[in-house]
């Protein structure tokens, strides 16, 4: 068993940061006026808007076994069998899943289910799943020259019509 941690950024230990502080402002101004709705009510806004946040950031995991990747964040998991594994690949996508960066891994599973997740050892993670085969990862270098290559001639050949006489 492997256990790996997710990646965080910079950005999520600031909206943490910033969450925890409104709660605790909004909390601390329900206890000031008083009475048991307010005092329930700071009670509410702790538990969910600083706790919920804090859980996720403290127990994101993949923990990844012979036949198995478990997902852990917060109360949420997910256990996916590592033969359903169809690919894995680099994505900077910004939808919601248990990957606490950007610097992500989109695993496609089963029937058209996928997940995103950032383990801190991408590379590591990857060879524990067995499926450095199925990683569609950045373009590889001669591609990328390539890709320069036509931009170039795009940007020329751009140019040259502007210039030309029509």
């Avoid at 941690?5 to 008083?34: E, P, Q, R, T, Y």
């Amino acid at each position: 068993m492997h256990v790996f941690k997710s990646k965080v950024d910079n950005w999520v230990l600031v909206c943490l940061l910033l969450s925890i502080s409104a709660c605790l402002m909004g909390a601390s101004v329900a206890l000031m006026v008083g009475g048991t709705f307010n005092y329930v009510f700071a009670a509410i806004i702790l538990i969910l808007g600083a706790g919920f946040p804090v859980w996720l950031y403290a127990s994101t995991r993949y923990i990844v076994t012979d036949d198995d990747l478990k997902i852990i964040s917060g109360p949420f998991s997910w256990n996916i069998s590592i033969q359903s594994i169809v690919s894995v690949q680099e994505t900077h996508s910004a939808s919601a899943s248990p990957a606490l960066s950007f610097d992500r891994l989109e695993i496609i599973y089963g029937e058209d289910k996928a997940i995103i997740v950032s383990p801190l050892d991408k590379t590591r993670f990857i060879q524990k799943l067995g499926k450095e085969k199925l990683i569609v990862g950045r373009k590889n270098t001669r591609t990328k020259a390539a890709d320069k290559d036509s931009r170039n001639n795009a940007k020329k050949n751009k140019a040259s019509r502007k210039n030309s006489p029509t």
